[in-house]
T-cell receptor, first 115, second 116 residues
């Protein structure tokens, strides 16, 4: 069955430190992959997406993600975390780009940022 | 440009009743997607409408339905409410249809539904 797994429920990093949030997927073919962020003040936002092509994708707010087929992973990274990045992050995937598809979310990773 | 509007913002219903939630997308956007968020199940995709046609659908029972009007406004309906339907219901608008074509999405603030 198709699935998206975020192994880390909660991560704490210091402000200015680098960040990597993990996401693993289980799909037969290369899925469409997404990262979303949800914060109390901003609501839910789409950070970035991967469809095909370049395996390193850039998103908003200085985030990037790398698709690794061999590891079935799509990890989210940021070189230097800001206090405003504290939020919950969701990875999602779909194996359909057109119609009649479903979008499956991971359970989320809550990010706390230490001053 | 006005953002995505969802009405009502809060709603209390009792088991067995039905409820209709509304979502007005950003002007010019023709795709509206609906999502359910609960503490137990997390975020789940309900369905997507584009130009009044359902494009994609999640794994929800037939009690959950939706529609889209010619002005792109969308409604979702839940019939015979159950306690487990208590959730935050989010909608998002996009200019293009389908997961493979989404350029970006703009989410509304959500409707918080409590079923007693």
């Amino acid at each position: 069955a198709q699935s998206v797994t975020q192994p880390d429920i909660h991560i704490t990093v210091s402000e200015g430190a680098s960040l990597e949030l993990r996401c693993n997927y289980s799909y037969g073919a290369t899925p469409y992959l997404f990262w979303y962020v949800q914060s109390p003040g901003q609501g839910l936002q789409l950070l970035l997406k991967y469809f095909s092509g370049d395996t390193l994708v850039q998103g908003i707010k200085g985030f990037e993600a790398e698709f690794k087929r061999s590891q079935s992973s799509f990890n989210l990274r940021k070189p230097s975390v800001h206090w405003s990045d504290a939020a919950e992050y969701f990875c999602a995937g779909s194996d359909y780009g057109g119609s009649q598809g479903n979008l499956i979310f991971g359970k989320g990773t809550k990010l706390s940022v230490k001053p | 440009k006005a953002g995505v509007t969802q009405t009502p913002r809060y709603l209390i219903k009792t088991r067995g009743q039905q409820v209709t939630l509304s979502c007005s997308p950003i002007s010019g956007h023709r795709s509206v997607s609906w999502y359910q968020q609960t503490p137990g199940q997390g975020l789940q995709f309900l369905f997507e409408y584009f130009s009044e046609t359902q494009r994609n659908k999640g794994n929800f029972p037939g009690r959950f339905s939706g529609r889209q009007f010619s002005n792109s406004r969308s409604e979702m309906n839940v019939s015979t409410l159950e306690l487990g339907d208590s959730a935050l219901y989010l909608c998002a608008s996009s200019s293009l249809a389908g997961f493979g074509a989404v350029e970006t999405q703009y989410f509304g603030p959500g409707t918080r539904l409590l079923v007693l």
